[in-house]
């Protein structure tokens, strides 16, 4: 049961556009979401992270929004940059529970100059 | 400041040989440590985790164990690689259980 789920495998963009990256979740337990940039052959790298008590939080040119009501969150990049291009990981857990981050299949973001 | 060490970085092992994968945490203590694993073309799976020495927990069955000999230190292990275990390996640590996870560099297993 995929709990966490990143229906979009690939996203291709044009720089200085923005990058809109979907997640959906099944789990209403979660309590807070993350988000990960990973390059080939290297560890995820923390971008961002919201509250459920929060429906949006920016970082620079980070965005993430959840909706809780339809349990989607999404990562917005604006504008998007060439070096931006890299996989990106949907995350979530919840209270209680270790710390334990249950993650999507990654969508590959690709930004052409 | 905090960083994680995880080695080797790539490893090709024969199937039904044996494996150990460490990795080290430095400028934290008691840390959650976890082992995760992705497939190819797959997202990353929890495949266990510690919040203590000598605390494992396992999230799925597997060919595989870990273990937690010192505060900082956590070690992935088999006895006989099977073709399947092939993958990227990830050591992680939080702070606590509210916090976000911080990735080591990753070893890249194939089994031959």
């Known amino acids: 049961d995929q709990q966490v789920k990143q229906n979009s495998p690939s996203l291709s963009v044009q720089e200085g556009r923005i990058s809109i990256l979907n997640c959906d979740y099944t789990n209403s337990m979660f309590d807070y979401f993350l988000w990960y940039k990973k390059y080939p052959a290297e560890g995820p790298t923390f971008l961002i992270s919201i509250s459920s008590i929060k429906d949006k939080n920016e970082d620079g040119r980070f965005t993430v929004f959840l909706n809780k009501s339809a349990k989607h969150l999404s990562l917005h990049i604006v504008p998007s940059?060439?070096?931006?291009?890299?996989?990106?990981?949907?995350?979530?857990?919840?209270?209680?529970?270790?710390?334990?981050?249950?993650?999507?299949?990654?969508?590959?973001?690709?930004?052409?100059? | 400041s905090q960083t994680i060490h995880q080695w080797p970085a790539t490893l090709v092992q024969p199937v039904g040989s044996p494996l150990s994968l460490e990795c080290t945490v430095e400028g934290t203590s008691n840390p959650n440590l976890y082992w995760y694993r992705q497939a190819a073309g797959r997202g990353l799976q929890l495949l266990f985790y510690s919040v203590g020495i000598g605390q494992i927990s396992s999230e799925v069955p597997q060919n595989l164990s870990a273990s937690r000999p010192q505060d900082r230190q956590f070690i992935l292990s088999s006895k006989k690689l099977l073709l399947s275990d092939s993958g990227f390996y990830l050591c992680a640590w939080t702070v606590n259980a509210d916090t976000e996870a911080f990735f080591g560099q990753g070893t890249r297993l194939t089994v031959v």
Do not use: E, M, R
């Not at chain 1, 995350?91 to 052409?112: D, E, H, P, R």
């Open chain 1, 81 to 113: 940059q060439p070096g931006d291009s890299a996989v990106y990981f949907c995350a979530a857990k919840y209270s209680g529970n270790t710390g334990k981050l249950i993650f999507g299949q990654g969508t590959t973001l690709q930004v052409k100059p």
